[in-house]
């Protein structure tokens, strides 16, 4: 079954920000003719209303990004929403669990393969067919944008309608971790090349569908970098762990928010050491000196 969204989302005054009400879940919202959306039943702090899984019709039937979740409920419902359309793949943007999950249970189900990068982040996932940047498939095309997950893809429609995953979000800013799985600095570089695509409409993993582009894309690069210049003016004078120079930055987390930000911080620092502003002596980061 189909149904339209309750009210229709909302864009924040700094012009890049973009909710919605929470939507219903177990349904296929459309978005274009050939796009529906069915939203799992995951909320939480990570996940805003939860994991937008993505169906995309193409000339031979239709594929399913990120199925998510292995509610049983959200499985059936990814199935009705492909109508009379054979599913033909599922494909991950990464292998985050809550991308993942769902992938090999619907794929077995189905009978059709479950692709991803190439090279899996997911040690205990090996995708039945491996993308690169590039590669066409089902008719999309793919691109590698690294910096939220090491293996992060996002997929491109001949028509400028591009998947993001977890790459761009319009609700919230995207969670980096430091390396070997993520990268401030590969997550700027992704920014670039999204941006360089001309796309009139990006398509999120989780919150609402984002029309304004550039804004969002510039917005997030801009926060990104005034979050690197205000760990620069907050940095203790002495040498601090990880953990000091958290609880000094950081005040009143929401619960579950305290691992986000300490990743998120430990992503900024090793850019920053890189950069040649900072240096790690042991596990203790401390500024150069001028």
Known sequence: MSAPLANSPKTSRNGWRISEPPPPYG???????AIRRVVANNPGPMTGNGTNSWLADHDGGCVI????????????????????RPVTHIILTHTHADHLAGARPLGTRLGIPVCGFHASAEPDF???????????????R?????????DHICLETPDGIIFTGDHVMGWSTTMVPPAPHGSVQQFLDSMDYLLRRDSHLLLPAHGPAIPHVKACIEGLVAHRRAREDSILALLPPEPRTLDEIVDSMYHNLRP?????????????????????HVILDGDQWAKTMP
């Open 126 to 140: 090996i995708p039945d067919i491996g993308l690169r940047d590039g590669d066409e498939i089902a008719g999309l």
């Open 65 to 84: 990004i990120d199925p998510g979740s292995t509610d049983p409920a959200h499985l059936d419902a990814l199935v009705m929403a492909a109508g009379n």
């Open 256 to 276: 579950g928010l305290r691992r986000a930000a300490r990743l998120n911080l430990h992503a900024h620092l090793e850019k920053l050491a890189h950069d040649g």
């Open 27 to 33: 349904v296929a919202l459309p978005q274009t003719p």
């Open 142 to 150: 793919v691109l590698y944008t690294p910096g939220h997950a090491s």
